[in-house]
Every structure is written in structure tokens, then in C-alpha cells.
């Protein structure tokens, strides 16, 4: 009797033991919740009269973390012409100047009051961490300049950004947060495939990272032009100059059905 009294004990105590890991589970994931990130479209298409568009995230993350997001497009060499004096006053170009490895797009959204503490180059966020990966040639050239005058100009072209306070959060629940945050597409974008990445920071540490792919793709008339310009191209320049002269011949007959110049 004692021996079965005992083993009907152990049977209880591993039993009640079993039913207690999904509870204890179920709260640790309550207050450990994971960075999850959903995109409005993964698809944007490229039309006749596409002048860049928006592209709405959201997402949720523990609440007391921050995110980040990150757009960032295919890596690509960049050649330039650095301009300098020469001779004291005259301003021509000095040196050409490579740098490898560099994203095509690079955009990054924070929420207020944390883009100082997200944008740190051991976390992998911010101009400064792209530079650490970029590779410049000459090597004698300052390697911090090149890097910053090539973003001003991406910057200027749209393709480049930082968007300070433009993550919104919404109120915690059960240790969770949501975010929402409104991408911008300008029509620079070039068609190809992005990267959308999220990663959440607590207490200057990286909690987690998840990413998702966006494509732009041409359609109707603008995939039929590259078509032809990559697929045929002898047909394509006929066509360029076909439609030169049409239009040449157009704005003449206008000028002259208004009277022409006196």
C-alpha cells in the first residue's frame, strides 16, 4: 500500500507539474511578445503616371522597447568625381572616387525622442552604421567626407532619409505595444526589390529583428518600353526617333496654327 500510495504521488506531482509549463509559458511570451511586422502591400506597381507613393506598416513590440525601421535597396558601386581648387581658384575635378558596397536606398524611421539611442553603428542602424560597410578608394581620400556628401546628394535625389517622429505608438496592453508608421516611395525608386526591416531596441539592446520584402515592378507602358530597350533594342531607337520627330512636327503645326513668331 505504501509502495502504490507513493507512486499515485509522483504521478500527481508530475502531472500538476505538466499542467503548469503552459501557464507559465503563456505569460513569459505575454511579457516576452516577439517584434512582429505586417506590410499594407509587398507589391507596388509602377504605371504610365507613377509619381511615387506611400506604404502603411504596422506591427507590435514589448512596450518598453522602441523600433526601428529600415528601407534599404540592392548594393551597388558608386563612381564620382571629387571637385576641388586647382591652382588656388580654379574648381575642377581632382580624383576619381569609388564606393563599394553602397545601398542604392537607404531610409530610416524612428519614433520621437529615440533616434539618438536607435541610431547606433553596434545595433546596425543609421548612416554611421553604413559607412562601417562601405569601402572607399582612393584610401588616402577622407573616407567620413566622401560618405557624407554622397548622402546629401542621395538625400536631395529622395532615395535617402532619416525620418525623425514618424513612428506612432498605441496604448500597452498585457506588455505590448503597437506601432504604425506611413513609408514613403518617392519615383526615384527604381523597379527591383527592397528590404523593410524592423528591429527592436530596449535599453540601447537589440531585442529583435524581422524583415520583409517590397518589389516595385513596371507595368502596362513603362514594362513595355523596357522591353523593348533591353529586348530590342534596334526597335526601341527606331521608335525614340520615330516619336521625335512626330512630336517635333506636332509642336510646328501648333506654333503655326498660332500665328508662329513675327
Known amino acids: 500500500m505504501t509502495t502504490l500510495h507513493t507512486t499515485r504521488r509522483i504521478y500527481f506531482v508530475l502531472l500538476a507539474m505538466l499542467l503548469a509549463v503552459p501557464v507559465f509559458c503563456g505569460r513569459s511570451s505575454a511579457e516576452n511578445s516577439p517584434l512582429l511586422m505586417e506590410l499594407a502591400s509587398k507589391t507596388i506597381q509602377i504605371t504610365t503616371f507613377y509619381n511615387g507613393t506611400t506604404l502603411e506598416v504596422t506591427g507590435s513590440i514589448p512596450e518598453d522597447a522602441d523600433v526601428a525601421i529600415q528601407v534599404s535597396g540592392p548594393k551597388h558601386d558608386v563612381h564620382l568625381k571629387e571637385k576641388g581648387k586647382v591652382a588656388g581658384f580654379l574648381w575642377m575635378n581632382k580624383t576619381d572616387v569609388s564606393l563599394e558596397n553602397t545601398p542604392a536606398v537607404y531610409m530610416l524611421y524612428t519614433p520621437a525622442g529615440a533616434t539618438k539611442t536607435l541610431t547606433s553603428p553596434e ?16 584610401e588616402s581620400e577622407d573616407k567620413t567626407f566622401i560618405f557624407q556628401e554622397y548622402v546629401k546628394l542621395m538625400e536631395k535625389s529622395g532615395v535617402y532619409a532619416l525620418n525623425e517622429n514618424s513612428i506612432t505608438y498605441g496604448t500597452p496592453n498585457k506588455g505590448v505595444k503597437g506601432f504604425a508608421v506611413t513609408l514613403t516611395v518617392p519615383s526615384k525608386m527604381s523597379a527591383g526589390d527592397y528590404t523593410v526591416e524592423a528591429i527592436a531596441v530596449e535599453n540601447g539592446k537589440e531585442l529583435d529583428r524581422t524583415q520583409e520584402n517590397v518589389t516595385l515592378e513596371l507595368t502596362g507602358l513603362p514594362k513595355t518600353i523596357a522591353s523593348l ?34
Open 123 to 138: 545595433l546596425g542602424i543609421g548612416y554611421k552604421a553604413l559607412l562601417k560597410d562601405i569601402e572607399i578608394s582612393p
Open 229 to 262: 530597350a533591353y529586348g530590342s533594342p534596334l526597335l526601341f531607337g527606331f521608335m525614340a526617333v520615330f516619336i521625335a520627330i512626330a512630336t517635333g512636327l506636332l509642336i510646328g503645326m501648333i506654333f503655326r496654327g498660332g500665328g508662329g513668331a513675327h
